[in-house]
């Protein structure tokens, strides 16, 4: 299935087709073949998925954990769990390193999912605020803080939610249909792949990057 047909939206990509090198700065022992990436269930394994016999044609196995979460895929990757993730934008990635003290890097930016205002029970935003309703807030709107896998299931009972792509998605939430705003494009916030600093230039990370940048994977975003 193709990203953009799976997200219901038009997707910015910022592949950079480029050549990649699987030299490496960094001792990588010749028995570690397998690569393993974390990921949240849409889109990266979705993406992950369609590159997988790029990465197997370089001799080594992908293995993909699928996490629910924006916290987890950080931790793995921090502990050694993982070989790299693909779930986060860059300024997320760097407030992660300062709040927590990891060394983590971003490798690679591949595509932008814009978050989406989602609403059953409004057309458009003009229906539900304007910015004055923000500052003043003489509709008395209430705004409530929820945990990001938990706003599909509430949507039916709010207004409107602001809803990540990914959680949309696996809810069946289609942003062509209940979509009343959706953020814009800006390749800063572009989702990235990440790994531990010094791991960046090894084979595996040279390897899932080859994968990931190549026209198979362009094609697979853009169509």
């Keep these: 299935m193709k990203l953009k047909k799976l997200l219901g939206l038009v997707l910015s990509g910022v592949l950079i087709i480029s050549s990649v090198g699987c030299s490496s700065s960094k001792e990588q022992s ?3 073949k397998k690569i393993v990436v974390g990921c949240n269930l849409v889109p990266g394994e979705e993406l992950l998925k369609a590159v997988k016999p790029l990465i197997e044609a370089e001799g080594y196995e992908l293995e993909v954990k699928v ?3 924006y916290v987890l895929p950080n931790i793995a990757l921090n502990d050694g769990e ?8 860059k300024p997320f990635l760097e407030k992660t390193n300062e709040e927590k003290g990891y060394d983590l890097v971003a490798v690679e930016p591949l595509y932008v999912c814009p978050i989406t205002l989602y609403s059953d029970k409004r057309d458009s ?3 539900l605020v304007t910015p004055n309703d923000i500052i003043e807030n003489p509709k008395n709107l209430k705004f409530v803080e929820a945990e990001a896998s938990l706003l599909p299931s509430i949507l039916k009972d709010v207004e409107a939610a602001f809803i990540n792509t990914n959680f949309a998605v696996a809810a ?6 209940q979509g009343i705003l959706i953020a814009p494009t800006d390749n800063t916030y572009a989702n990235i792949i990440a790994s ?4 960046e230039e ?4 040279q390897v899932l990057k080859k994968a990931l940048t190549s026209d198979e994977a362009r094609d697979f975003i853009n169509n």
């Design 30 to 32: 010749k028995d570690d």
């Design 67 to 69: 996490f629910n979460d």
């Design 82 to 89: 993982l070989d790299a993730n693909l779930f986060q934008h």
């Design 125 to 127: 935003l003009e229906d």
């Design 172 to 177: 069946g939430i289609n942003a062509n249909e």
């Design 196 to 199: 531990r600093k010094g791991d």
């Design 202 to 205: 090894s084979e595996k990370i």
